[in-house]
Each structure stands twice: as structure tokens, then as C-alpha cells.
């Protein structure tokens, strides 16, 4: 009444709205016209008293503040509320995701997808401080999944001008349109000594955990068999840290298509693609065994040695001469030089 007055049938609910603010706020306000307290009430027993000047009501960790709200009819109906402030929320600090992840859409019909392509645009133009990684969150697991579908493989500067394109109907790269059918059966298909390259695994290892973990294991099972060669990491073969042996070595090579191809396949397999049959072609035939089940981790990685040392020792000492007539590598796509064709150039 201090503050509004008669308020009639809305009295209880005004001071249920006060009390929460003064909770929000952390803060009593005066009561108004108030400044002489009633001689019909014991102040000193009752244990209450009057605000009379704002008063600070902060939030503290060893006690829960309540307030009481009383209303009285005119007609002797009288009620009694009492709130409670409600638990501190609690913080967790963002999960990261992957920044290879696209930015996912889906809808009923071509028109609809379009549609909602022009508002996501829309929504980053109007809001550039948007956490990317939320963005991506919500449009992955946000929304119901449609027919429909599009996929923008770009980073958060380029996705509007690949929005606007999906909304006018018009191809770009990095946008991927599809329309979801009957899913296929998958088979896995992993290759032996196929090309390898310095850093051929750094992108998935720093951009998937998933990936990263399998390549820890493949690294675990395979260190006792190589533990007479030089130290060397598997993850830094993948990363290509300047330090590391080159991934041409034939038991290098093994070893990074062994953690390549089980790395892969794990991380499809978190993304719900998992395999009705695998298939392997030479070394792939190792992994292939392992993602069936026929082979353990550390059986495999026994095997996997022992091959990367019998190829060695039949092929370690080949070197080639000097050539007589101009010869091109269908591998390097160079000319050949000197002692050039060796055990390793073979085994690729």
C-alpha cells in the first residue's frame, strides 16, 4: 500500500511482484508515508520493523532469503505467500566443438529450406557477435531433421553469403544440397600403401577428439614393437612436426595408414556411420580386421610390425643407378634421380 496504494483484487499479486524484484535486485526498498511506526504493535517482541531507508539484500552462499506476502480481503479471507529465492545457476564452461563441423539446415520442402536460409542470414547480419560454436549447436540438435537438407562447410564470415545463396537458389562451394532418403548400407573400405604426406592427420587431430583418442591407442599398442628404433611419435608423423621421420619410411608409413585408417573410422562411427562390411586392401587389411572385431588393437599392431619389418629387411638395402634415358615417376610426378627407386619409393 506504501508504494501503490488500494490496488483492490490486485494487491496480492503487486506484492508478489515487488518481492521479486527486491530478490532480482538484491535490494529492499523504503516504505513510503511510513515514518511513524504504529503504538498498537509491539516492535521490540514481534521481531519486525519497518524499512525505512533502501536496504541492501545480497545474494549469499550460506543462506536462502525468503520473503512473506500477506493479503487481506474486505471480507476476512486472508492469504499468506511465501517465495524463496531460487538456487544460484550454475555455470559450465562451453564445450568446444570442432571447427570443421558444418552448419546444418533442414525442412519439408525446397521453398521452406529456402526460407529459413534467408532468416539464419538475416540473424548473423543482425547479430555478428553470435558464438559460432552456438550457432552450430543449435542448428544441429535445435530442430527436428527434414527431408530437405543442406550443409554449409564454411567458417562463420562466409556462411552469410552462402545462406543467401541457398536462399536465391544458386550454387556456391561449400554449400551441399540433398534431399534425405533411404539410408544405404556402408562399407569401409580402407587402402594399403596408398600416398602419405607430412601432416596428412594434423586438421583431424586438433579438430577431433574422437580421432585424436584413437590415434593415442594406436600409438600405446604399436610403442613396444618399435621400441628398438629411435624415439619417434605417431601423432607428430601426423601432425608433421619438423622433428618427425618422414611418413615415406616403409615402418612409418605402416604405422601412420594403421592409425589413419582406424582414426577414420571411429570418428565416422561417432557421427552415426557405422559399417555393414569393411574391406581392406594390403596393410588395410589389418585395420579392416581390427574395426570388424576379428582382431584385437594389440594383436594387430604385432602384426602390423612384423610386417613393417620383414618389408624392411627384403627391401632395405635396394637403391637404384643412374638412368640412361629420361624416366618420369608415376608417383612423384618427377624425374627420377639417383638411387632414387628405394625400398621405400617401392612400397608406395
Request: hydrophobic share 45%; charged share 20%.
Amino acid at each position: 500500500k506504501s508504494n501503490i496504494g488500494h490496488a483492490q483484487a490486485a494487491a496480492g499479486v503487486l506484492g508478489v511482484i515487488k518481492m521479486v524484484l527486491c530478490l532480482l535486485h538484491e535490494s529492499l526498498p523504503k516504505s513510503l508515508h511510513a515514518e511513524d511506526p504504529s503504538p498498537h504493535i509491539d516492535w521490540q517482541v514481534s521481531g519486525l520493523e519497518l524499512v525505512r531507508e533502501p536496504r541492501p539484500w545480497p545474494r549469499q552462499d550460506d543462506h536462502v532469503r525468503r520473503a512473506g506476502i500477506s493479503a487481506f480481503g474486505i471480507s476476512g479471507t486472508n492469504a499468506h505467500l511465501i517465495l524463496e529465492e531460487a538456487p544460484a545457476p550454475t555455470t559450465r564452461p562451453a564445450e568446444p566443438i570442432a571447427k570443421a563441423l558444418p552448419l546444418l539446415l533442414s525442412a519439408r520442402t525446397r521453398k521452406a529450406l529456402r526460407d529459413q536460409a534467408a532468416r539464419w542470414a538475416q540473424y548473423l547480419e543482425s547479430h555478428k557477435g553470435a558464438e559460432w560454436d552456438a550457432v552450430l549447436r543449435t542448428a544441429a540438435t535445435g530442430r527436428s531433421h527434414f527431408e530437405e537438407r543442406a550443409a554449409i562447410l564454411l567458417g562463420a564470415k562466409e556462411a552469410v553469403a552462402a545462406l543467401r545463396s541457398l536462399a536465391a537458389d544458386s550454387p556456391q562451394a561449400g554449400l551441399l544440397q540433398a534431399r534425405a532418403g533411404r539410408l544405404e548400407k556402408a562399407v569401409f573400405v580402407f587402402s594399403g600403401q596408398g600416398s602419405a604426406w607430412p601432416s596428412m592427420g594434423r586438421a583431424l587431430l586438433e579438430e577431433s577428439p574422437v580421432f585424436a583418442q584413437r590415434v593415442r591407442e594406436c600409438e600405446m599398442a604399436l610403442g613396444p614393437h618399435f621400441a628398438g628404433e629411435k624415439s619417434w611419435s605417431l601423432s607428430a608423423v601426423l601432425r608433421g612436426d619438423p622433428e618427425a621421420p618422414s611418413p615415406q619410411r616403409i615402418d612409418i608409413a605402416e604405422a601412420a595408414h594403421f592409425a589413419m585408417g582406424l582414426g577414420l573410422a571411429a570418428l565416422w562411427e561417432s557421427l552415426g556411420v557405422k559399417p555393414s562390411a569393411v574391406v581392406g586392401q594390403g596393410q588395410g587389411e589389418i585395420t579392416a580386421a581390427v574395426v570388424s572385431g576379428a582382431l584385437s588393437l594389440p594383436q594387430a599392431a604385432r602384426l602390423l610390425a612384423e610386417r613393417a619389418r620383414l618389408l624392411n629387411q627384403a627391401l632395405g638395402d635396394l637403391r637404384s643407378s643412374l638412368t640412361r634415358v629420361l624416366m618420369v615417376s608415376t608417383v612423384t610426378g618427377l624425374e627420377v634421380r639417383e638411387g632414387e627407386l628405394d625400398g621405400d619409393y617401392w612400397y608406395r
